[in-house]
């Protein structure tokens, strides 16, 4: 699957427990981050084949793949 920075283990983690997560939820466990960042680390697990993202601007959402 590739390798992973702590932040997205991190996500993978919470989606694990939760079953999704949001840009939102992934802000409150990364303060202090760009929404931009954040965006770009969850766009790279979809690519990575390891999270599928669900929805469109304000209602995406991300589960594991």
Request: glycine fraction near 10%; include cysteine.
């Amino acid at each position: 699957a590739g390798r992973v920075s702590e932040r997205q283990a991190k996500a993978l983690a919470y989606v694990e427990k939760k079953g999704s997560i949001t840009n939102r939820e992934y802000r409150d466990i990364c303060p202090g981050l760009s929404a931009e960042t954040l965006r770009l680390d969850l766009a790279e697990l979809v690519d990575k084949g390891m999270l599928l993202k669900i929805g469109a601007k304000k209602g995406t959402y991300y589960i594991l793949k």
